[in-house]
T-cell receptor, first 114, second 115 residues
Framework: AQSVTQPDIHITVSEGASLELRCNYSYGATPYLFWYVQSPGQGLQLLLKYFSGDTLVQGIKGFEAEFKRSQSSFNLRKPSVHWSDAAEYFCAVGAKSSGDKLTFGTGTRLAVRP | NAGVTQTPKFRILKIGQSMTLQCAQDMNHNYMYWYRQDPGMGLKLIYYSVGAGITDKGEVPNGYNVSRSTTEDFPLRLELAAPSQTSVYFC??????????????FGPGTRLTVT
């Protein structure tokens, strides 16, 4: 069965430090990969997505993610975190061969220390 | 553009009551979705629609109904509320391009408590 795992429930980083949020998936085919961010009290917003091509994708707000097929991972990174990045981050995965359905991870809550 | 709007923002229901969660979008998107988000869990798809008059079940449809009479509106109906339906409900929409894999635009959510 298809699955998405975000191993870190909660991460705290200092402002200005680098960030990496992990996402691992289990899919038979090459998946469509997404990172969404949810600020407190708001709906989700797309940060970036990967369908094909260059495995390093750039998103909004200075985020990037790298698709590593050999590790079944799509980790989200940011070189320097800002206080406004405090939010919950969701990885989502889908594949046309698995039906038209996105599977969301359980999320990683990011806190930013001043 | 208002984007995706949802009403109400909060609601408390008694067991067995019914209600409709409203969702509207002004982006002329064909695809619309209803998700629920439980604490510590990812979003689960309840129902989705690929256009007016067309709806389909998602992962967790039991206890819910939907209709899509216009492109703009996609209400979610709870007929007999149960405590297990306590959750935050999100409506989303996307353009047709990549179907459900297009960027989804989310509303602010409705927090529902059933007691």
């Amino acid at each position: 069965a298809q699955s998405v795992t975000q191993p870190d429930i909660h991460i705290t980083v200092s402002e200005g430090a680098s960030l990496e949020l992990r996402c691992n998936y289990s899919y038979g085919a090459t998946p469509y990969l997404f990172w969404y961010v949810q600020s407190p009290g708001q709906g989700l917003q797309l940060l970036l997505k990967y369908f094909s091509g260059d495995t390093l994708v750039q998103g909004i707000k200075g985020f990037e993610a790298e698709f590593k097929r050999s590790q079944s991972s799509f980790n989200l990174r940011k070189p320097s975190v800002h206080w406004s990045d405090a939010a919950e981050y969701f990885c989502a995965v889908g594949a046309k061969s698995s039906g038209d359905k996105l599977t969301f991870g359980t999320g990683t809550r990011l806190a930013v220390r001043p | 553009n208002a984007g995706v709007t949802q009403t109400p923002k909060f609601r408390i229901l008694k067991i067995g009551q019914s209600m409709t969660l409203q969702c509207a979008q002004d982006m002329n998107h064909n695809y619309m979705y209803w998700y629920r988000q439980d604490p510590g869990m990812g979003l689960k798809l309840i129902y989705y629609s690929v256009g007016a008059g067309i709806t389909d079940k998602g992962e967790v449809p039991n206890g819910y109904n939907v209709s899509r009479s216009t492109t703009e509106d996609f209400p979610l109906r709870l007929e007999l509320a149960a405590p297990s339906q306590t959750s935050v409900y999100f409506c989303a929409s996307s353009y047709e391009g990549q179907g459900v894999f297009s960027e989804q635009y989310f509303g602010p959510g409705t927090r529902l408590t059933v007691t």
